[in-house]
């Protein structure tokens, strides 16, 4: 039987529930929230507001979409008897503005975020240029969220100085593993980048790009906590980077690929796919799970790390290669401007 591109194939959750159940309250958290009209980046937003934190932060495009994901997570706390205030901020990872002027209205209105979710991707796009020049698989995926973690960053010191700690949470791929980051993907020449070849199997010219942006997720996340940890001027602050991976999941990200030509020869992958909800289980424990440090990196369990419940992984050589973390920070603050952690 083969696969529906038009929909996500549907799939009965399995762990999810009692590994909701475990979490800890978010009682006076604040939590920000990359994508998260459907699939994963929902799910996150649901738990926070399930765990009864203070503020749940919704940074999506203006659409109908994020319109009824708004209202159903507002539903959500009614029904559940929370008081989360929900709001959603307009903010477009494909429009360093955008990104920009989200960042400036959530520090207009909000002293302090506990968690910084940066989850929204896209995946396996044409070779299109953003209006910022940049390829729109690694503006989208890397570069925008490398800005939004530098503008909000002050709000996360101040979550961190008020006795809590501050969290940034990554969503990498198993895409991630292949060659290692090379710089001209992370350029001004977005619309020059190999083309638009969409075979998954083969490496595409489209999956190419995607790797990239997914190893840049893993080693942005490598590189800030090795800064987090060297930071020396407020010792007191607990500030960690975390990542973490859904290993297949069924969710819009799939659909939304196969309708722009991307999935290639590669739509059957998604027999073997988990929930949204249980995909979503490693970035959940990212944001929200007491034992994450500083540096780490949550995964699926089971089936080379493709389904199940979650474990802590290490990072492979790619994402911890040095050259590598030099090199994406360089280039992404050429992109987004300096980034200093204090």
């Keep these: 039987m083969g696969v529906s ?20 309250s978010l009682e006076g958290k604040t939590v920000c929230i990359t994508g998260c009209t459907t699939g994963t980046g929902y799910v996150v937003a649901r738990t926070a507001v399930r765990k009864g934190a203070s503020t749940v932060l919704l940074l999506n495009r203006p659409s ?17 008897a929370t008081t989360t205030v929900i709001e959603t901020i307009a903010c477009d990872l494909q ?4 990104v920009r002027a989200a960042a400036s209205s959530i ?7 506990d968690v910084l979710c940066n989850n929204a991707g896209v995946m396996a796009l044409e070779d299109e240029a953003t209006g910022d020049g940049y390829d729109i698989q690694m503006q989208t995926n890397h570069l925008s969220h490398f800005l ?20 940034v949470c990554n969503h990498s791929s198993l895409a991630r593993v292949g060659k290692p980051l ?24 489209r999956w190419q790009r995607y790797q990239q942006s997914k190893l840049a997720n893993s080693v942005f996340s490598l590189a800030l906590s090795e800064r987090f940890e060297k930071s020396s001027s407020s010792p007191g602050l607990v500030l960690k980077s975390v990542c973490a991976h859904p290993g297949i999941a069924t969710t819009n990200l ?27 289980m490693p970035m959940v424990a990212a944001c929200f799970d007491p034992s994450s440090e500083n540096g780490s990196f949550w995964a699926p369990s089971k089936n080379g790390q493709t389904i199940g419940p979650v474990k802590k992984i290490d990072f492979e050589k790619d994402s ?16 987004c401007g300096v980034f200093n952690i204090l």
């Excluded at 429009?95 to 955008?98: L, V």
């Excluded at 939304?256 to 979503?280: L, P, V």
């Design 148 to 167: 939004l973690t530098k503008e909000l960053y002050p709000l996360l010191q101040k979550a961190a100085a008020a006795g809590s700690e501050a969290r």
């Design 64 to 80: 109908d979409r994020a319109t009824a994901a708004e209202q159903s997570l507002k539903d959500e706390s009614t029904t559940t």
């Design 95 to 98: 429009d360093f503005e955008s």
């Design 5 to 24: 591109s038009s929909k996500p194939h549907d799939k009965a959750t399995k762990w999810f529930p009692e590994f909701e159940q475990k979490l800890p």
């Design 320 to 335: 911890k290669n040095e050259d590598s973390k030099t090199m994406l920070w360089e280039v992404s603050e050429e992109a």
């Design 182 to 205: 090379e710089r001209d993907y992370f350029g001004k020449n977005g619309g020059n980048l190999g083309g638009n070849g969409n075979s998954m199997i083969g490496g595409g010219a």
């Design 107 to 113: 520090k207009s209105k909000y002293s302090s975020i």
């Design 254 to 280: 799939q659909v939304t690929t196969a309708q722009r030509n991307g999935m290639g020869n590669g739509m059957w992958i998604m027999r073997f796919a988990q929930s949204a909800e249980d995909g979503s």
